[in-house]
């Protein structure tokens, strides 16, 4: 079945360091992928997302490209800020986006 | 556009009673989807409308559990004879056909529920 799988965390960076947070999935078909984030006390919200293969998504600094080669998604930020300290699920959707699949999620704190 | 609002945020009850959680989503949304997150965990998908058919169901819905959205509107999920391991939270989602936002979920901040 469908499934995605990302790195566990928590992961710990200062302010200004490079973020890569992976994940990779295993899907029939063709589906979107997804990043949500879930900011301390407040709901998961979507960060991007990209339809097709070798689509870029982007928004806020981040950015992941949908690898279909490697079935992978990973997250990138090039200089991460303490306000980015949050839970990050990485997601996908099947064509029609009838269902979304989540990944455990990968906690990330940035210290100052 | 006043978000997708769940209620209550919090709920204790007792192993053996009856629980019931409404989610209102956002008004325009024709897709409603209830998913269950318990800690360290992503949210897992339990079931799915659109307008007030629900299309479908996750196998982690036992009988215990059911869903309606009458009218389309609102959704209620009503949980029977609560278990201890029904202890999570509950997230409700919504989203619309429409092309910019086609596939993106829109989540409420979740129901809270404790099982003693």
């Known amino acids: 079945g469908n499934s995605v799988t990302q790195m566990e965390g928590p992961v710990t960076l200062s302010e200004e360091a490079f973020l890569t947070i992976n994940c990779t999935y295993t899907?029939?078909?063709?589906?979107?992928l997804f990043w949500y984030v879930q900011y301390p006390g407040e709901g998961l919200q979507l960060l991007l997302k990209?339809?097709?293969?070798?689509d870029k998504g982007s928004n806020k600094g981040f950015e992941a490209t949908y690898r279909k080669e490697t079935t992978s998604f990973h997250l990138e930020k090039g200089s991460v800020q303490v306000s980015d300290s949050a839970v990050y699920f990485c997601?996908?959707?099947?064509?029609?986006?009838?269902?979304?699949?989540f990944g455990a999620g990968t906690r990330l704190f940035v210290k100052a | 556009d006043t978000g997708v609002s769940q209620d209550p945020r919090h709920k204790i009850t007792k192993r053996g009673q009856n629980v019931t959680f409404r989610c209102d989503p956002i008004?325009?949304?024709?897709?409603l989807y209830w998913y269950r997150q318990t800690l360290g965990q992503g949210p897992e998908f339990l079931t799915y409308?659109?307008?007030?058919?629900?299309?479908?169901k996750s196998r982690l819905l036992s009988d215990r559990f059911s869903a309606e959205r009458p009218k389309g509107s609102f959704s209620t999920l009503e949980i029977q004879r609560t278990e201890q391991g029904d202890s999570a939270m509950y997230l409700c989602?919504?989203?619309?056909?429409?092309?910019?936002?086609?596939?993106?979920?829109?989540f409420g901040s979740g129901t809270q529920l404790s099982v003693l």
């Open positions: 989602a919504s989203s619309s056909l429409t092309a910019e936002s086609f596939e993106k979920l829109f």
């Open positions: 899907a029939t078909g063709y589906p979107s």
């Open positions: 990209a339809t097709k293969a070798d």
């Open positions: 997601a996908l959707s099947r064509a029609g986006g009838f269902k979304t699949i």
């Open positions: 008004s325009e949304h024709n897709r």
């Open positions: 409308f659109q307008n007030e058919a629900q299309l479908e």
